[in-house]
């Protein structure tokens, strides 16, 4: 039986181009820089040159990635978000299932000739990280594996998602495994860890009554508040092992703590409010960004 969209809710437009423009928004927009980003970044910081390398790999990691990623994800989430108020904008659509099948073979085929091309030019350890990378985002959606449903290994796939463009630009570029850079990615991970965390945090209803499992539905709403806050505050210790000015850096955990910090007390009946701290995060990453980016060019005047 097809199951149909709850009462109130709008069915989407149909025709080739909303539904195409359905797809196209299934790749959150609003984040593609979350992962062109630090690809890039860590590429030309490591030693690489502006490039075919950097422009192909900017561009996977811009657009197709974040379709495989959560294009694919929105289909295998349908039951669950036709059921979550916050779907339906620039946090995530609710893909018609005339679209299902559309968004799936979309993702494939805008993914593969630039996956091709990374192997092909890639060495051995490049071509692990970007296996390792393409297997964190199938996997976190895909029946079966479902790693998005594993407590714990959710958080630390969603995490994988983000640092693994960063640590593919790092091998391209034949980055040594120094201090420094083991420090940033280390870093940089656990705050993909937090953010994933306190991002379940509004979905915890929804996800229960979709009988799907999260760090959020094991943990509940306040506990996962502390888990993302714990996981922030220990990217700002790791973060402080980088010379100087990288130990600057640090300091850009402390907007996401305060960010984070007012929900402590949240409960499972109130987890949808964390949504206000979830929006603010979307545009923080912005901010941070920005501020990343000048101190990347403050340590490369040096």
Not at 38 to 56: I, Q, R, S
Not at 165 to 186: E, F, I, Q, R, S
Not at 255 to 265: E, L, M
Request: charged letters at 10%; a neutral charge.
């Amino acid at each position: 039986m097809t199951a149909t969209a709850p009462a109130g809710r709008r069915a989407p437009r149909r025709g080739p181009i909303p539904l195409l423009g359905q797809v196209l928004g299934s790749s959150r927009p609003l984040s593609w820089v979350n992962t062109a980003y630090p690809f890039a970044a860590a590429y030309l910081l490591a030693g690489g040159d502006v490039d075919t390398l950097l422009v192909l790999g900017t561009l996977w990691f811009l657009v197709p990635y974040n379709l495989l990623m959560y294009g694919v994800n929105d289909v295998f989430d349908y039951e669950s978000d036709i059921r979550n108020p916050r779907k339906g904008g620039v946090e995530g659509v609710v893909l018609d299932q005339s679209v299902h099948r559309l968004t799936i073979g979309l993702a494939i085929a805008t993914n593969l000739p630039f996956v091709a091309y990374l192997v092909a030019v890639g060495d051995g350890a490049s071509r692990l990280v970007l296996a390792v990378s393409v297997f964190a985002v199938v996997a976190y959606s895909a029946p079966v594996l479902r790693f998005k449903e594993r407590p714990f290994l959710d958080s630390l796939t969603s995490s994988t998602h983000f640092v693994s463009p960063a640590v593919l630009g790092l091998a391209l570029a034949d980055a040594p495994a120094d201090t420094t850079t083991v420090a940033a990615v280390l870093g940089f991970f656990l705050w993909g860890i937090g953010s994933h965390a306190f991002g379940a945090v509004q979905d915890v209803v929804a996800d229960r009554a979709g009988g799907i499992a999260s760090v959020g539905t094991v943990i509940g709403a306040r506990g996962t508040v502390w888990f993302a806050l714990g996981a922030y505050v220990a990217a700002g210790l790791v973060l402080l092992a980088l010379p100087w000015p990288g130990t600057l850096a640090a300091a850009l955990v402390l907007p996401y703590v305060a960010n984070v910090a007012p929900f402590v007390r949240v409960t499972d009946a109130t987890c949808e409010g964390a949504n206000a701290g979830w929006r603010r995060f979307l545009w923080l990453n912005y901010v941070t960004g920005f501020l990343v980016t000048q101190l990347f060019i403050w340590i490369s005047l040096r």
